[in-house]
């Protein structure tokens, strides 16, 4: 099995990141009632962010350019819910994490109705993401893995985790799991066999939690308690962070981040102690 490990034990610091071309720049932010918003999926369309609201019970549905609420799904079916995707053929799928299950909506707009549920197997999950042949992978935080279910049974199981949060694909499509008390992100195959970890200096993770993956395999990662956004290209080299590294609430300031959404040069990120979303243009080189 093939392994690649990038870590270190060094201390975490800002002045540590390389001087390369990053660039983050503050469009705007929400002023919806969010309630410690987590992760984030935008529609296909690109018109609507669906915000897992935790605090609130439910899944917000956003205007992706002004971000105002536009609407809510599963406001009685909910309880605590953490991540959001959507599926080949359009279902919301949502890490009901309270309720130990995969909730599953067909949508009709911005509307869902419940039609499924997932639990075998996880128990908090906390991230979810559709894959191909109706595939479903899900970790369970309390239950510290990450299972595949298919036709609504478990397949595939990996361990030896601790409260893992999210769960997206890498190019090639292997995939990558914030395994968040481990301070760690790892990279498994399809067969969910461990490709790569990135652990300790100089990502200096403190609880990451969600994340997006660029076309070109470029990590844009929610660190929560370092209350900052780390930007990783695909070789493991850090290419910039956003925040200070400590609390607050500003541009390029974040308290607690936790979701994550790519698309383009855009991205959409949860901050979510201070109970908004914000939207930022990031370039690199």
Not at 88 to 97: C, H, I, K, N, Y
Request: hydrophobic share 40%.
């Amino acid at each position: 099995m093939r392994k690649t490990v990038f870590c270190a034990a060094m201390a975490f610091s800002l002045a540590s990141f390389p001087a390369l071309a990053f660039e983050a720049e503050f469009l705007s932010a929400s002023t919806a009632d969010l309630e410690n918003p987590h992760d984030i999926k935008l529609s296909r369309d690109g018109r609507y962010l669906f915000v897992s609201d935790l605090g609130n019970n439910r899944v917000a549905v956003l205007d992706a350019e002004t971000l105002k609420m536009k609407g809510t799904i599963g406001e009685d079916e909910q309880r605590g819910p953490h991540d959001v995707d959507l599926d080949a053929s359009g279902r919301l799928l949502v890490a009901d994490t309270h309720n130990h299950r995969i909730a599953i909506y067909e949508l009709d707009g911005i509307e869902g109705r419940l039609v499924e549920s997932l639990s075998d197997g996880i128990r908090k999950p906390e991230g979810v993401l559709a894959g191909s042949e109706g595939r479903v992978f899900a970790t369970g935080a309390g239950s510290d893995n990450l299972v595949v279910f298919l036709d609504g049974a478990v397949r595939k199981e990996i361990g030896d985790l601790s409260a893992p949060h999210d769960v997206e694909f890498a190019p090639n499509r292997d995939v990558w799991i914030a395994d968040a008390a481990n301070d760690r992100l790892v990279r498994v195959n399809q067969d969910l066999g461990i490709e790569t970890i990135l652990s300790g200096d100089p990502y200096g993770f403190s609880g990451p939690r969600y994340l997006d993956v660029a076309p070109d395999g470029t990590l844009v990662v929610a660190d929560k308690y370092s209350h900052s956004v780390k930007v990783i290209a695909e070789s493991g080299e850090v290419i910039g962070v956003i925040g200070t590294g400590e609390p607050g609430l500003g541009p390029n300031v974040f308290k607690t981040p936790e979701g994550v959404e790519l698309r383009g040069d855009t991205v959409w990120l949860s901050d979510s102690g201070n109970d908004r979303i914000v939207k930022y243009r990031l370039t690199w080189d």
